[in-house]
């Protein structure tokens, strides 16, 4: 008798960490990522095929009720990542399957339809008369004007191009000039066949750029490297200005006309309009996406189904769109891999670099990870031979790499944490009609207030810690629970007047410096200037008009952006990440730096770079001006390494978070008492703890925490599991939330 192969392993919208099984009815057809009702308890729920297969141990098996698609919503290498995914990370598979796909997939309803737009041809000679006095009606006219002749434009890319000339308000405008029937839309289907292009087909293609020697050599030996049988990493390692993008661009070309896919990470959605932009330039033939959080579901639907059939062919997108079920993948680069948003900090804590490699290994596909500050990880990964390592030493033509001052900042008079020297620096580089940028790594205006007069300090009652002052809004907000409380003049204690603030963030900074250079534009870029859709693209317009501007920012300015302007970067305030407990801070540390300073004189002239610190003797600060990154790293691992620390020893952090003091400590204490001091140690599993986090509040919850680390990982993770399975089973009282974080990078 032969097995027949009806029974299907189903991944329910629950958080559930196993498949189950369910029957397959006679004459009932159904692929491996389609949706499926089934039968659940006493109701019913949605659930994704996952596998189908001719056996079970489950005696008496029920059979699924409806199947909702003909052809799968999920093709099955993505399907097979997020299995993957879900066991590696110790994630409830129904949870990891569900949150990965659009909204309304999730909800068990058809993929929808979507709004593209076009030039009506009829109204031309008339939009003159009609737009007289309209001006941002006019803005908008002429860059839809620039496909008049093209296919139907999705609003995801208007929006993009709109966005990027400082039009916010864009589909009001559309509608207005559809109303003078200057412009048509129509619904489309995204499963029909009428998909619109989403490629920037009226963009000139850029003039070519001539590689030089390094890129070129660079360019060989990634040729080398896919002919491989099997196709090994590889680390490109190019210093800030060396033109990593070059090479994406050139290495992926070949892949595309083979007619396959290629998937780009960036660390950030501010990223993707950038790298967009050098992309539709290089392949205005190709369809291009884009794939991040703040897409509407519709928009989302759409790309999805865009690489699902083949019809985008370059997918850019932030972490979750490892995901994305891209049917023809022929490579993945993985841009900045160094950074830390590809790992996601809430629910599902997977690392989206760390998956890449793994969708790359499993379809025996390249992947480039690109960084002028690699990742202590990957660089290990190169010493095991795990990876190819690639290096592009120099900035090519006229770029030449800035200078670094180190500017001891002790007994110094400071203005808003700004010396008297570096306001003269910014005075001359403006003076030279070139840009200058300045980083902080905090926003707000100040991250105290408080009464002199009696002492009282702005707190958060719900985190015990400092709320930061934001006085544009005359706010006191929280940075850990968003808890926030207007500012009065008055002392809330004494109603003394005289209350004041200590410190600086970027806002102070903003306001400093527009007193000492009226004349010229502070463009500050940090969370709270740019968290409404398409305000950084308007803010880094500005600076890439390529006039004289102060930029003032947080971390989001160190990524990627390519200012040719920018001749002076001054770093403020390095110090606290000097000394901090975090065993990773020296690491991001020495990344930040690099990163800041590689955004000078990426244009004709030199830069210079000025970092104020109190600690100019400190090592890493020595070290890493004098030999470099790669030194810096290698000390690093080296330390590392004497500990057992990640990525020579393994870990896995379990958090729990409580309303009560006590009850979650105990609560991890049990688990700590279950698993038998001498099982972990006859497996070589160390446990760090139970203990209070290092915040140990946070939004009215008490957190702590539970470490285990090993130096072999497959022992961790079943020690891992064994706990799971104990954490689901103790009971609960105090409203106890627990979490588990492989592979972490935050300890806080
Ligand atoms: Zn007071
Ligand atoms: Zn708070």
Known sequence: MTAVKNILRVAVNRPFYSLLDYQCPDGVEVQIGCRVRVPLGHSVSLGIVVEITDKSEVKKLRSIQKVLDKTPILEENSLKLLHWASRYYHHPIGSVIFNAIPVLLRKGKPLPSMTVWKVNGELLDQADTLLKRAYKQRLVWKFMLKFASNDWLSEQYIQQGLASEGVMNWRSFLNQLKKKQLLINQKVDIESSTLPSVAAIGLPKKKAIILTQEQQEVLAQLAIIYQAKKVKPTLLHGITGSGKTEIYLRTVEPILNAGQQVLILVPEIGLTSQILRRFQRYFPQYSIALLHSSLSDGERSFVWQGVQNNKIKILIGTRSAVFAPLGNLGIIVVDEEHDDSFKQQHQFRYHGRDLAVKRAYDLNIPIILGSATPALESLQNVERERYHYLRLNSRPSARIRPDILVQDIRNMRLEAGISAFLLEEIEKHLNADNQVMLFLNRRGFS??????TCGWHAICQACDTHMTYHAGIKKIICHHCEYEEYA?????????????????????IEHVLQTHFPAVPVVRIDRDTTNRKGALDSKLAIVYQGKPVILVGTQMLTKGHDFPKLTLVGILDIDRSLFSIDYRAQEQLAQQIVQVSGRAGRGESKGRVILQTSQPE?????????????????????????????????????????????????????????????????????????????????????????LMSASNRVVLHQFLSQAIGKLQVYKKSGNIRWSVDVDPLNML
Not at 447 to 452: H, N, R, S
Not at 488 to 507: A, F, K, R, V
Not at 631 to 660: C, H, M
């Open 447 to 452: 991250p105290v207030l408080y009464c002199p």
């Open 488 to 508: 009065g003049t008055n002392c809330p204690d004494c109603n003394d007047s005289g209350i004041t603030t200590l410190g600086q963030g970027t806002e102070r």
């Open 618 to 706: 400190h090592p890493l600060l020595l070290n890493l001006l004098s030999k470099g990154y790669l030194n810096v790293a290698k000390q690093l691992l080296s330390e590392r390494q004497r500990w057992d620390y990640p990525p020579f020893g393994f870990q896995v952090l379990i958090r729990v978070t409580a309303t009560d003091k006590t009850n979650g400590l105990a609560f991890l204490q049990q688990l700590s008492d279950d698993l038998s001091l001498s099982d972990c140690q006859n497996a070589g599993v160390t446990l760090w703890g139970p203990a209070p986090s290092p915040m140990e509040k946070r939004a009215n919850r008490y957190r702590s925490q539970l």
